[in-house]
């Protein structure tokens, strides 16, 4: 009901253009704050076999938005990124595809604590290193016609060192985290009399952790300790979907899926839909189903380090499975071929709901502090609305407004960091010569910012410009400023949870290879 519950087997079908014989680009751009990007994309295709690299360097300056302590409010990165992908049509019915990621992130903050009975400020030293690689690979089997049989396998390597070092000592942290996920899954997709398109599957995943502190103390001696023991946990999975076409204007979606969790036992988690055409331009659905989700070793153990953004969030190791009941109705009306409108209804009872929960106490003004906590019962309800517009050529506007009421059952409070309104705006035109100019807006209206209800965060609102515009050749300019009125966290207010940063501005060049 809140996980993607309209892909059963965890799958969306994604249609792309196949790429041209050969294509590219690069692009370069610099930006307030040090920021300077560097990317680079190719892609070719002989015959049957296509194949694409993407690269990419980004760096940003650190924030201090306090300079008269030596803190910084948002950490220095460095990120480096390449991505490759393959696809070959070994047969006219059988499709192999490959991708590798591998992304590398550097990051360096500073802080300070005053030690009260010596009358002296520390000032410690954070470079943190990230390492991740991605590797997948996938078989497409068509066996018969609109029958189609999928083996898929997906790995994930994670390394990160986060590191601390108190200047004018020998004294030193290392926290090293080792994490690894390996995913494995077989599918079927069958067609049957031409009403009916059955999907089954399994499948396993295998996750692993480990963390480890050292530390050198001030006389130079090492001390190793093993904060997260090496820990792993198997998830198997069985799932079945069946899409009926009941008659020509009306469908029909149930669906299962049965789990069992190596901590956790079994569990099973039903659903159903229904979507009925009334005529060419209105349509309407329902949906009630359940929905179960078990943490993540992540969540248990791991400290998501996000200085450089102005947060991190601490595992709970003591954290219960989520477990949903969600309801949705809507309708959706296009009175025009140019004009999409959309409203959807919804209510989801939760148990044990995970969620992140702002720490007052550990935040400092920089950086937010939060940890995941279950919440025993919660009660999420609302409406959404949507548009989808395009005028003439030129214009095309999405937006969306929801209406959310989040309420913690036991507490009988809102839940935090829950918006009771929000808007999405994105507005893109097109100008001479196949430029683009895109406007978005986002406004959340205020949220509490702890559990407790005492810490408020104000209403936020963002606007992005964005633009791009062919000069000669291949070659267009790009500019860009992200939160345009400069909207961000009053640091003196311990529960605003809006952005440090501010306004970004960018500007750059595109060339087309």
Do not use: C
Not at 136 to 146: I, N, R
Not at 353 to 375: E, H, M
Not at 477 to 490: K, Q, W
């Amino acid at each position: 009901a809140l996980y993607g519950s309209e892909a059963m087997g965890g799958v969306v079908h994604i249609l792309t253009r196949s790429p041209q014989e050969r294509s590219g680009d690069v692009r370069f751009s610099l930006g307030s704050g040090g920021l300077t990007a560097l990317e680079g994309q190719a892609a070719l295709t002989r015959s049957d076999l296509s194949a694409s690299l993407t690269a990419s360097r980004t760096a940003l300056e650190a924030l201090d938005r306090s300079p008269e302590d030596p803190d910084t409010d948002i950490d220095a990165y460095t990120q480096r990124f390449t991505q490759g992908k393959l696809r070959w049509e070994a047969r006219p019915n059988l499709l192999l595809q490959g991708s590798a990621r591998w992304v590398s992130q550097n990051e360096e903050g500073v802080s300070s604590q005053y030690f009260a009975p010596l009358n002296k400020t520390y000032v410690w030293r954070y470079p943190d290193q990230m390492q991740r690689v991605d590797l997948g690979a996938e078989a497409e089997w068509q066996w018969a016609e609109g029958s189609t049989a999928n083996a898929d396998v997906f790995r994930t390597y994670f390394d990160k060192l986060s590191r601390e070092e108190l200047i004018g000592s020998r004294q030193v942290r290392d926290r090293s985290t080792d994490n690894v996920l390996t995913k494995y899954q077989l599918r079927t997709t069958h067609l049957l009399r031409r009403t009916h398109i059955l999907t089954t599957g399994l499948k396993h995943t295998r996750e692993e952790l480990e963390v480890s502190l050292e530390r050198t103390l001030p006389l130079g001696e090492q001390q190793r300790t093993v904060e997260v023991p090496p820990s792993i946990v198997d998830v198997a999975e069985a799932y079945i979907q069946d899409d009926w076409q009941v008659a020509e204007n009306t469908g029909v979606v149930w669906g299962a899926r049965y789990q069992w969790h190596s901590r956790y036992g079994f569990h099973l988690t039903p659903k159903v839909s229904f979507a009925q055409r009334l005529s060419e331009s209105l349509r309407v659905r329902a949906s009630y189903g359940a929905g179960y989700r078990a943490p993540s070793l992540k969540e248990l153990h791991f400290v998501f380090d996000h200085s450089n953004l102005g947060y991190k969030v601490l595992g709970t190791p003591s954290l219960s499975p989520e477990r949903t009941w969600g309801l949705n109705v809507g309708a959706e009306f296009e009175p025009v071929e140019a004009l999409d409108l959309r409203v959807n209804y919804f209510r989801n009872r939760l148990r044990n709901l995970i969620q992140t929960v702002f720490d007052p106490i550990q935040s400092s003004g920089a950086v937010a502090i939060y940890a995941y906590d279950n919440v025993g019962r919660a009660l999420t309800r609302g409406i959404e609305f949507g548009l989808s517009a395009q005028l003439g050529d030129w214009l095309a506007v999405n937006g969306g407004y929801t209406y959310l009421r989040a309420r913690d059952q036991d507490a009988q409070r809102d839940l935090p960091g829950r918006p009771r309104h929000a808007l999405r705006v994105r507005a893109k035109w097109k100008t001479l010569r196949e430029g683009r100019l895109e406007i978005k807006l986002r406004r959340d209206s205020a949220v509490w910012a702890d559990t407790e209800g005492t810490l408020r965060s104000p209403a936020g609102e963002e606007w992005d410009v964005n633009a791009e515009q062919p000069l000669w050749g291949p070659v267009a300019l790009r500019l860009g400023i992200e939160n345009l009125l400069d909207n961000r966290r009053d640091l003196d207010n311990p529960g605003d949870l809006r952005s440090l940063r501010g306004r970004t501005v960018r500007g750059g060049l595109r060339v087309q290879l």
